[in-house]
Structure formats: C-alpha cells, structure tokens
C-alpha cells in the first residue's frame, strides 16, 4: 500500500502544493506552525473521508478560498488507484475512487488502511469513554464492515429510544409495548457490537502488551481492560431492569454506547499516575497495536503517520523507534518533526529509502 503523489489546493494553510512521495519513510519538517500537521491530515482525508485534528469539515477549507480538493495516488496491491475528496462551502463533502463518486462514504472506510500516531492520541486518556469507543470502532471497522452497519443501526435505534423517553416525560404517558420494540432491536444490534468488540480486544490486548514492553523495556506493567455492561447480563434484560431509571433520566442509562477501556499502569489509572512519557508509550503502543491488528486481518500493510513522534520521548525510547521503522514489517510512513537535522539523523540510521519535505 503506496502513496505516490499528493496534490493539494486550498486545504487549511496550503494554497497549491504537490509531493512526490518516497516509496519508504517521508520526513515533513519545519517551524511550528508551517503546516506538518496539515500534510499528515490530508492523508489521512484520502482514507477516511475527514480530517484527524478538526471535526468541522468547512473548517479545513483555507480560510481565503471557497473549496479544498485532497487528491492522492496510491498502488494498492499492484494496481493504480485515485482518491478524490473535495468540499466547497455550502455543499456536501464527495469522495471519489477513479473518478467514481462514493454513494455512501462508510464503503470507503478501510479501503486505505492508515494508522496515524499523533500528540492529539492524548484524548484518549484524558477524554471520556466516547473517544475510546471511537478507537476500538475505527480499528474493527476498518476490516469488518457488517460491524460498521451495526453501530450506524445501533446508534439510530438509541436516538429513537431516547426520543420516545422524552416524548412519554414530556407526555406524562407510557407505553411498554413502543418501548419494547426499541429494545428488541438494541439488544440484537448491541450484542453483535459487544460480541465483536470483545473478541477484538481477546486479540488486541496481548498485541499491545508486547508492542508496550519493547517500548519500555518493560520497566512498568501496564494493562487494558473492556467494560461493559454486556458481561453482566443480556441487553434486553439489562434494558428491562433499567427502565425505571431511564424513563426518570430520559435517556438510555445501559449499553454498548457506554462501553469503556480501563488503561492502567501498575495498577494505576495512567490518566492521573502516567508521566507524560510513559502516556506517550501507552499511546504508541496502542496506536502499533491497531496497525499489526489491521495488517493481520487484511494482509496489506497499513500506511503509518507520525506525527511529532520523538517529542517527551527520552533516548532509549527514541532507539524502539527507529528500530520500529527499521523493520520491514511496516510499510511506507510518514513522520513530522520540527528538528530537520534530528529527523534526518534518525532516519538515516534506519538504512532505508527517504525523502524530507522541507515546507517553508
Ligand atoms: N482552514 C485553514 N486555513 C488557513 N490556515 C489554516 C487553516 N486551518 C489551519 N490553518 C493553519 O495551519 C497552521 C497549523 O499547521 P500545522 O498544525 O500543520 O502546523 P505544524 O507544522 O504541524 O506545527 P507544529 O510544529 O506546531 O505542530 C496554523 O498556522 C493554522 O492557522
């Protein structure tokens, strides 16, 4: 899986600029602020369909222009391919594949598998349980689309049921009967999700303990756990038990949607008793993880960004980094960095094929 060439137009600080990549390691460097970032992001545009680091779409278009286009050519198992995503204010976003417009862009999720590694993971540890869910979606969605279905009906289903807990507050009415519908199908769409996302994490979690100990040296013990409400008992009879409760709060209190992953280190949450470089390991970890996990279940290798990768990290940890790109069980990467001459002395120490992108 090969990114060949980039062209931008307008997207966020780029008015015009096009990058011949290198088929291994890609180096974007330069002062704060110059546009790194943004080069990663545009990448990762081509294999979700949305930027990384800003949720509003309009938002990436450049703050002079009325539209942005993405455009990326790839060889994905021998063959050429053109990924095509533009937006203009006021319209809807399109993404296009050799010049076919997408219908539904969930069809495209996981035609490029991409993994990026970025400061931005930190949410992961500091936010609330959805960014975490919204890790374990992307990674299972990316190889299994019939999970994606499932979430998608999963989340309308919860919207409706929230809706009706409101109307029969709002009301002063009931109705078991109404109610019972949207709990046969939360619990069919929920057990699935619950059923896959523990068997990914049956196969993810020992990926991430060893990826976490060649980081470390195994200096700490770290763990990762799947909670969910699903363990303790069957969706609908979890929905029966809680009805009280939910019709008092007006909104859904049991399922999937409350699904978390417990991240500790020595038997500490690493929110409060993480430094700021064994969190950056965890997330590095985490994010090497979901990209042998991908590369087990596709068989291609996933394109890897780095985003500010050698920053809080000390020399040692710097050293599993470079072995990291070193080995050939990755693919092409990218990385930014603000130090030039770092970035190209870590680099060359891999004895692999690179090119630096000096943006000014
Ligand atoms: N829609 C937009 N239009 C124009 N400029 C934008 C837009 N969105 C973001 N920018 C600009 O992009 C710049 C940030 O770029 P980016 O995050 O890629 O920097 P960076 O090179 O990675 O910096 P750092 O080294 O600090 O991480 C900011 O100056 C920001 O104002």
Redesign the pocket.
């Known amino acids: 899986m090969n990114l060949n060439t980039l062209s931008l137009i307008n997207y966020?600080?780029f008015e015009s600029q096009d990058f011949d990549f290198d088929a291994k390691i890609n180096c974007f460097v330069?002062?704060?602020?110059?546009?790194?970032?943004?080069?990663l992001d545009a990448i990762y545009h081509l294999a979700f369909g949305k930027s990384y680091f800003n949720p509003i779409a309009v938002?990436?278009?450049?703050?002079n222009a009325e539209f942005f286009v993405v455009d990326g050519h790839f060889t994905k198992n021998d063959r050429d391919e053109k990924i095509i995503v533009s937006l203009k204010r006021g319209q809807k976003k399109v993404i296009k594949r050799n010049a076919k417009a997408y219908e539904k862009f969930s069809e495209h999720i996981g035609f490029i598998p991409l993994v990026i590694i970025s400061p931005a993971d930190r949410d992961l540890i500091i936010e609330g349980s959805d960014t975490r869910r919204k890790f374990i979606d992307s990674v299972i969605s990316q190889s299994d689309k019939s999970y994606l279905a499932d979430l998608i009906n999963y989340n309308k289903v919860l919207t409706q049921r929230n809706a009706l807990l409101k109307y029969f507050a709002l009301n002063n009415t009931f109705n078991a009967d109404t109610l019972s519908i949207y709990n046969e199908q939360l619990h069919t769409y929920g057990s699935e999700i619950f059923k896959k996302r523990d068997a990914f994490l049956k196969t993810f979690i020992p990926i991430f303990k060893s990826r976490y100990e060649a980081i470390s040296q195994s200096k700490e013990a770290i763990d990762l756990t799947y909670k969910s409400d699903l363990f303790d008992d069957e969706l609908k009879d979890l929905l029966n038990k809680t009805i009280n409760k939910d019709k008092a709060l007006q909104y859904t209190s049991v399922g999937t949607h409350k699904d978390d992953l417990v991240f500790s280190i020595d038997d500490f949450p690493i929110k409060k008793f993480g430094s700021q470089g064994q969190q950056k390991s965890f997330l590095i970890a985490l994010k090497l993880a979901q990209f042998d996990f991908i590369k087990q279940q596709s068989g291609v290798s996933p394109i890897l960004l780095l985003d500010?990768i050698f920053d809080k990290l000390d020399e040692n940890r710097v050293a599993q980094i470079i072995n990291l790109v070193d080995d050939a069980h990755f693919g092409q990467i990218f990385i930014?960095d603000?130090h030039a001459e770092r970035t190209e002395e870590v680099i060359k120490q891999t004895h692999q094929s690179y090119k630096i992108f000096k943006?000014k």
């Open positions: 966020k600080n330069g002062a704060n602020g110059i546009g790194k970032t943004n080069a938002q990436n278009i450049n703050h500010d930014s603000t943006l």
